[in-house]
Protein backbone atom coordinates (compact mmCIF):
# COMPACT_ATOMS: atom_id res chain seq x y z
CA UNK A 1 0.00 0.00 0.00
CA UNK A 2 1.64 3.34 -1.30
CA UNK A 3 -0.18 5.88 1.64
CA UNK A 4 0.97 3.52 4.01
CA UNK A 5 4.85 2.98 3.01
CA UNK A 6 4.77 7.29 2.38
CA UNK A 7 3.04 7.25 6.11
CA UNK A 8 6.42 4.98 7.25
CA UNK A 9 8.54 7.05 5.30
CA UNK A 10 7.40 10.37 5.98
CA UNK A 11 11.09 11.63 6.80
CA UNK A 12 12.47 10.30 3.66
CA UNK A 13 9.73 11.23 1.37
CA UNK A 14 10.72 14.60 -0.56
CA UNK A 15 7.89 16.86 -1.29
CA UNK A 16 4.32 16.20 -2.38
CA UNK A 17 2.54 18.01 -5.42
CA UNK A 18 -0.40 17.54 -6.23
CA UNK A 19 -1.51 16.29 -9.58
CA UNK A 20 -2.57 19.96 -10.35
CA UNK A 21 0.58 20.90 -9.58
CA UNK A 22 2.64 18.93 -12.08
CA UNK A 23 -0.26 19.64 -15.07
CA UNK A 24 0.80 23.40 -13.99
CA UNK A 25 4.49 22.82 -14.09
CA UNK A 26 4.52 21.07 -17.13
CA UNK A 27 1.87 23.45 -18.91
CA UNK A 28 -0.06 20.54 -19.21
CA UNK A 29 2.90 17.98 -19.97
CA UNK A 30 3.76 19.95 -23.24
CA UNK A 31 7.44 19.55 -23.74
CA UNK A 32 8.37 15.56 -23.69
CA UNK A 33 11.75 14.47 -23.09
CA UNK A 34 11.44 11.08 -23.98
CA UNK A 35 10.36 7.78 -22.49
CA UNK A 36 11.32 5.60 -20.56
CA UNK A 37 10.48 1.91 -19.09
CA UNK A 38 8.07 2.81 -17.06
CA UNK A 39 6.76 5.84 -18.17
CA UNK A 40 7.05 9.44 -20.11
CA UNK A 41 9.50 12.01 -19.03
CA UNK A 42 7.85 15.84 -19.14
CA UNK A 43 10.55 19.48 -18.66
CA UNK A 44 8.52 21.33 -16.19
CA UNK A 45 9.33 24.33 -14.38
CA UNK A 46 8.75 24.73 -10.38
CA UNK A 47 6.31 27.81 -9.92
CA UNK A 48 8.07 29.13 -6.67
CA UNK A 49 11.68 29.54 -7.04
CA UNK A 50 11.89 28.83 -11.20
CA UNK A 51 13.74 25.60 -10.95
CA UNK A 52 13.81 23.44 -14.05
CA UNK A 53 12.84 19.81 -13.57
CA UNK A 54 12.12 16.59 -15.22
CA UNK A 55 8.72 14.92 -14.48
CA UNK A 56 8.11 11.18 -15.10
CA UNK A 57 4.52 10.47 -15.01
CA UNK A 58 4.18 6.38 -14.17
CA UNK A 59 2.62 4.47 -16.74
CA UNK A 60 -1.10 3.60 -14.43
CA UNK A 61 -1.09 0.29 -16.33
CA UNK A 62 2.22 -0.94 -15.21
CA UNK A 63 2.44 -3.03 -12.03
CA UNK A 64 1.16 -2.16 -8.67
CA UNK A 65 3.46 0.54 -7.53
CA UNK A 66 6.52 -1.61 -6.61
CA UNK A 67 8.53 0.96 -9.15
CA UNK A 68 7.04 3.98 -7.49
CA UNK A 69 8.06 2.88 -4.58
CA UNK A 70 11.18 1.52 -5.04
CA UNK A 71 12.45 4.98 -6.58
CA UNK A 72 11.18 7.12 -3.35
CA UNK A 73 12.53 4.85 -1.03
CA UNK A 74 16.04 3.87 -2.70
CA UNK A 75 16.87 7.62 -3.88
CA UNK A 76 15.75 9.63 -0.59
CA UNK A 77 18.08 7.90 0.94
CA UNK A 78 20.97 9.22 -0.94
CA UNK A 79 22.77 12.32 -1.27
CA UNK A 80 25.53 12.26 -4.41
CA UNK A 81 27.34 14.57 -6.77
CA UNK A 82 26.42 11.55 -9.35
CA UNK A 83 22.99 10.36 -8.18
CA UNK A 84 20.11 12.33 -9.38
CA UNK A 85 17.81 14.43 -7.42
CA UNK A 86 14.46 13.51 -6.19
CA UNK A 87 12.87 16.63 -5.54
CA UNK A 88 9.37 15.27 -4.83
CA UNK A 89 6.23 13.35 -6.30
CA UNK A 90 2.65 13.19 -6.80
CA UNK A 91 0.64 10.11 -5.76
CA UNK A 92 -3.17 11.00 -6.34
CA UNK A 93 -5.56 8.28 -7.16
CA UNK A 94 -4.18 6.38 -10.26
CA UNK A 95 -1.87 9.27 -11.05
CA UNK A 96 1.99 8.91 -10.06
CA UNK A 97 4.68 11.33 -10.71
CA UNK A 98 8.68 11.97 -9.88
CA UNK A 99 10.22 14.97 -10.09
CA UNK A 100 13.38 15.03 -10.42
CA UNK A 101 16.11 18.05 -11.05
CA UNK A 102 16.52 18.67 -14.54
CA UNK A 103 19.64 17.57 -16.82
CA UNK A 104 20.19 19.97 -19.97
CA UNK A 105 22.35 17.20 -21.82
CA UNK A 106 19.79 14.46 -21.60
CA UNK A 107 21.59 10.19 -21.40
CA UNK A 108 24.67 9.35 -21.81
CA UNK A 109 22.89 7.49 -24.37
CA UNK A 110 22.41 9.77 -27.35
CA UNK A 111 26.40 10.70 -27.29
CA UNK A 112 27.27 6.96 -27.26
CA UNK A 113 24.64 6.38 -30.21
CA UNK A 114 25.55 9.49 -31.95
CA UNK A 115 29.15 8.47 -31.99
CA UNK A 116 28.32 5.29 -33.21
CA UNK A 117 26.06 6.39 -36.19
CA UNK A 118 28.05 8.30 -38.97
CA UNK A 119 25.02 9.18 -40.38
CA UNK A 120 23.31 10.66 -37.40
CA UNK A 121 21.48 13.96 -38.23
CA UNK A 122 21.15 15.36 -34.50
CA UNK A 123 23.47 17.66 -34.02
CA UNK A 124 24.78 16.82 -30.91
CA UNK A 125 28.04 17.37 -29.62
CA UNK A 126 31.13 14.73 -29.54
CA UNK A 127 32.67 14.05 -26.36
CA UNK A 128 36.40 13.51 -26.05
CA UNK A 129 38.39 11.00 -24.93
CA UNK A 130 39.25 12.46 -21.28
CA UNK A 131 35.18 14.31 -20.55
CA UNK A 132 34.34 10.32 -21.44
CA UNK A 133 36.93 8.85 -18.92
CA UNK A 134 35.60 11.44 -16.51
CA UNK A 135 31.88 10.70 -17.04
CA UNK A 136 32.79 6.79 -16.71
CA UNK A 137 34.82 7.84 -13.29
CA UNK A 138 32.14 9.91 -11.89
CA UNK A 139 29.45 6.90 -12.42
CA UNK A 140 31.64 4.34 -10.70
CA UNK A 141 31.94 6.88 -7.78
CA UNK A 142 28.01 6.91 -7.47
CA UNK A 143 28.00 3.52 -7.83
CA UNK A 144 30.48 3.08 -5.46
CA UNK A 145 28.44 5.49 -3.17
CA UNK A 146 25.26 3.73 -3.44
CA UNK A 147 27.21 -0.09 -2.72
CA UNK A 148 29.44 1.41 0.06
CA UNK A 149 28.75 5.13 1.04
CA UNK A 150 25.14 5.15 1.96
CA UNK A 151 23.35 3.92 4.75
CA UNK A 152 21.62 1.13 3.36
CA UNK A 153 23.04 -0.35 0.46
CA UNK A 154 21.19 0.18 -2.91
CA UNK A 155 21.47 -2.61 -5.90
CA UNK A 156 20.51 -0.42 -8.73
CA UNK A 157 19.81 -3.37 -10.99
CA UNK A 158 19.68 -1.28 -14.38
CA UNK A 159 22.77 0.80 -15.11
CA UNK A 160 23.33 1.27 -18.74
CA UNK A 161 23.40 4.71 -20.87
CA UNK A 162 19.73 5.34 -20.78
CA UNK A 163 19.91 5.81 -17.20
CA UNK A 164 22.84 8.00 -16.77
CA UNK A 165 21.94 11.56 -17.10
CA UNK A 166 24.32 14.63 -18.28
CA UNK A 167 24.17 17.53 -16.47
CA UNK A 168 24.87 21.41 -17.80
CA UNK A 169 28.93 20.80 -17.56
CA UNK A 170 28.54 16.59 -18.59
CA UNK A 171 28.86 15.54 -15.33
CA UNK A 172 27.00 12.09 -15.00
CA UNK A 173 24.03 10.99 -12.68
CA UNK A 174 22.82 7.39 -11.82
CA UNK A 175 18.83 7.72 -12.19
CA UNK A 176 16.24 5.09 -12.48
CA UNK A 177 15.94 3.21 -9.63
CA UNK A 178 12.46 1.68 -10.05
CA UNK A 179 14.51 -1.92 -10.26
CA UNK A 180 16.50 -1.33 -7.50
CA UNK A 181 16.89 -3.43 -4.18
CA UNK A 182 17.82 -1.76 -0.68
CA UNK A 183 20.03 -4.18 0.94
CA UNK A 184 18.99 -4.41 5.01
CA UNK A 185 22.02 -4.75 7.02
CA UNK A 186 24.66 -3.67 4.19
CA UNK A 187 23.90 -7.41 3.19
CA UNK A 188 25.50 -8.30 -0.57
CA UNK A 189 23.77 -11.40 -1.51
CA UNK A 190 20.41 -11.28 -2.66
CA UNK A 191 17.22 -13.17 -3.86
CA UNK A 192 15.44 -12.53 -6.82
CA UNK A 193 12.73 -14.09 -8.15
CA UNK A 194 12.45 -11.92 -11.54
CA UNK A 195 15.48 -11.04 -13.49
CA UNK A 196 15.18 -7.86 -13.59
CA UNK A 197 17.48 -5.18 -15.84
CA UNK A 198 17.84 -4.59 -20.02
CA UNK A 199 19.17 -7.29 -22.21
CA UNK A 200 23.20 -7.08 -23.06
CA UNK A 201 23.88 -5.17 -19.28
CA UNK A 202 22.34 -7.77 -17.58
CA UNK A 203 25.14 -10.03 -15.57
CA UNK A 204 24.57 -13.87 -16.33
CA UNK A 205 23.66 -14.52 -12.68
CA UNK A 206 20.73 -12.89 -12.28
CA UNK A 207 19.59 -15.04 -15.09
CA UNK A 208 20.89 -18.18 -13.59
CA UNK A 209 22.23 -19.32 -10.19
CA UNK A 210 24.78 -21.45 -12.11
CA UNK A 211 26.78 -18.20 -12.48
CA UNK A 212 26.88 -17.48 -8.89
CA UNK A 213 25.03 -15.33 -6.59
CA UNK A 214 23.41 -12.15 -7.01
CA UNK A 215 24.74 -9.14 -5.48
CA UNK A 216 26.52 -5.34 -6.18
CA UNK A 217 28.95 -7.56 -8.52
CA UNK A 218 25.51 -7.53 -11.01
CA UNK A 219 25.80 -3.72 -11.09
CA UNK A 220 29.80 -4.18 -11.24
CA UNK A 221 29.12 -6.02 -14.34
CA UNK A 222 26.40 -3.83 -16.16
CA UNK A 223 29.26 -1.07 -15.31
CA UNK A 224 31.73 -2.73 -17.46
CA UNK A 225 29.32 -3.70 -20.81
CA UNK A 226 28.51 0.07 -20.26
CA UNK A 227 32.15 1.16 -20.57
CA UNK A 228 33.12 -0.95 -23.28
CA UNK A 229 30.21 0.38 -25.15
CA UNK A 230 31.96 3.90 -24.23
CA UNK A 231 34.94 2.95 -25.67
CA UNK A 232 33.58 1.10 -29.05
CA UNK A 233 31.30 3.70 -29.73
CA UNK A 234 34.20 6.76 -29.75
CA UNK A 235 36.25 3.70 -32.25
CA UNK A 236 33.62 4.16 -34.57
CA UNK A 237 35.64 3.44 -37.39
CA UNK A 238 38.05 0.83 -35.70
CA UNK A 239 37.15 -2.68 -35.04
CA UNK A 240 34.53 -2.03 -32.65
CA UNK A 241 32.62 -0.41 -35.36
CA UNK A 242 29.82 -3.35 -35.38
CA UNK A 243 30.39 -5.46 -32.60
CA UNK A 244 30.01 -3.44 -29.22
CA UNK A 245 26.48 -2.79 -28.56
CA UNK A 246 25.03 -4.25 -25.73
CA UNK A 247 21.45 -4.26 -27.01
CA UNK A 248 22.85 -7.04 -29.57
CA UNK A 249 22.47 -10.55 -28.44
CA UNK A 250 24.89 -11.85 -30.69
CA UNK A 251 27.75 -14.78 -30.28
CA UNK A 252 30.46 -12.50 -28.15
CA UNK A 253 27.80 -9.75 -26.29
CA UNK A 254 28.37 -11.72 -22.43
CA UNK A 255 31.81 -11.41 -22.90
CA UNK A 256 33.68 -9.71 -26.15
CA UNK A 257 36.92 -12.04 -26.67
CA UNK A 258 38.03 -9.76 -29.64
CA UNK A 259 39.14 -7.12 -26.94
CA UNK A 260 42.17 -8.78 -25.87
CA UNK A 261 43.11 -8.33 -29.68
CA UNK A 262 42.51 -4.73 -29.71
CA UNK A 263 44.45 -4.59 -26.69
CA UNK A 264 47.17 -7.11 -28.36
CA UNK A 265 47.57 -4.36 -30.86
CA UNK A 266 48.01 -1.82 -28.52
CA UNK A 267 50.70 -2.96 -26.78
CA UNK A 268 52.61 -3.95 -30.15
CA UNK A 269 51.82 -0.68 -31.73
CA UNK A 270 52.03 2.00 -29.46
CA UNK A 271 54.88 4.04 -30.90
CA UNK A 272 52.94 3.57 -34.24
CA UNK A 273 49.19 4.72 -32.95
CA UNK A 274 51.29 7.94 -31.59
CA UNK A 275 53.04 8.37 -34.52
CA UNK A 276 49.74 8.62 -36.12
CA UNK A 277 48.95 12.10 -34.94
CA UNK A 278 47.03 9.72 -31.56
CA UNK A 279 47.22 11.54 -28.22
CA UNK A 280 49.41 9.11 -25.69
CA UNK A 281 46.78 10.14 -23.50
CA UNK A 282 43.97 8.97 -25.49
CA UNK A 283 45.42 5.28 -25.55
CA UNK A 284 46.46 5.37 -22.07
CA UNK A 285 42.60 6.26 -21.52
CA UNK A 286 41.25 3.69 -24.32
CA UNK A 287 43.29 0.63 -23.01
CA UNK A 288 42.78 1.71 -18.71
CA UNK A 289 38.95 1.59 -19.92
CA UNK A 290 38.99 -1.64 -22.00
CA UNK A 291 41.09 -3.66 -18.76
CA UNK A 292 38.71 -2.59 -16.38
CA UNK A 293 35.79 -3.16 -18.33
CA UNK A 294 37.26 -6.85 -18.84
CA UNK A 295 37.33 -7.06 -15.36
CA UNK A 296 34.09 -6.00 -14.61
CA UNK A 297 32.16 -8.36 -17.08
CA UNK A 298 34.37 -11.46 -15.51
CA UNK A 299 31.37 -14.41 -15.59
CA UNK A 300 32.25 -15.51 -12.02
CA UNK A 301 30.64 -12.40 -9.65
CA UNK A 302 33.71 -12.93 -7.07
CA UNK A 303 36.12 -12.13 -10.12
CA UNK A 304 34.84 -8.87 -10.48
CA UNK A 305 36.23 -6.00 -8.36
CA UNK A 306 34.45 -3.94 -6.17
CA UNK A 307 33.19 -0.42 -7.39
CA UNK A 308 35.88 0.83 -4.65
CA UNK A 309 38.07 -1.24 -6.22
CA UNK A 310 37.23 0.03 -9.53
CA UNK A 311 38.15 3.55 -8.67
CA UNK A 312 41.72 2.61 -7.52
CA UNK A 313 42.14 1.31 -10.95
CA UNK A 314 40.82 4.10 -13.00
CA UNK A 315 42.82 6.70 -10.90
CA UNK A 316 45.74 4.41 -10.60
CA UNK A 317 48.46 4.52 -12.93
CA UNK A 318 48.05 1.86 -16.37
CA UNK A 319 51.50 0.06 -16.13
CA UNK A 320 49.99 -1.36 -12.37
CA UNK A 321 47.03 -2.68 -14.68
CA UNK A 322 47.05 -6.31 -15.34
CA UNK A 323 45.05 -7.79 -18.09
CA UNK A 324 42.49 -10.39 -16.95
CA UNK A 325 42.91 -13.83 -18.21
CA UNK A 326 40.03 -14.89 -20.88
CA UNK A 327 37.32 -16.61 -19.23
CA UNK A 328 36.12 -20.46 -19.90
CA UNK A 329 33.25 -19.73 -21.66
CA UNK A 330 35.07 -17.53 -24.11
CA UNK A 331 37.49 -19.81 -26.19
CA UNK A 332 35.19 -20.12 -28.49
CA UNK A 333 31.95 -18.04 -30.40
CA UNK A 334 28.86 -19.10 -29.16
CA UNK A 335 25.29 -18.47 -29.17
CA UNK A 336 23.26 -16.27 -26.34
CA UNK A 337 22.58 -18.00 -23.65
CA UNK A 338 19.77 -16.82 -22.90
CA UNK A 339 16.72 -15.83 -25.33
CA UNK A 340 14.48 -13.44 -23.78
CA UNK A 341 12.79 -10.21 -24.45
CA UNK A 342 14.76 -6.42 -24.33
CA UNK A 343 13.79 -5.80 -21.33
CA UNK A 344 12.95 -7.54 -18.13
Not at 50 to 67: F, H, I, Q, T, Y
Not at 227 to 232: K, Q, T
Not at 314 to 343: H, M, N, T, W
Request: glycine residues 8%.
Amino acid sequence: DIELFLKNNGNLAPTRFKYSDIKKMTKSFSESLGKGGYGNVYKGKVSDDGRLVAVKMLDESKGNGDEFMNEVASISRTSHVNIVTLLGFCFEGSKRALIYEFMPNGSLEKFIQHSASSSSKEDVIILGWEKLFQIALGIARGLEYLHEGCNTRILHFDIKPHNILLDKDFNPKISDFGLAKLCPNRLSIVSMLVARGTIGYIAPEVFSKNFGEVSHKSDVYSYGMMILEIVGATKKNGPYKDVINADDTSSEVYFPQYIYKELEAIDVDLDGIIANNKDESEVITERKLLIVGLWCIQIDPKDRPSMKKVLEMLEGKLEDLQVPPKPYLSSSPRAPIFSISDSV
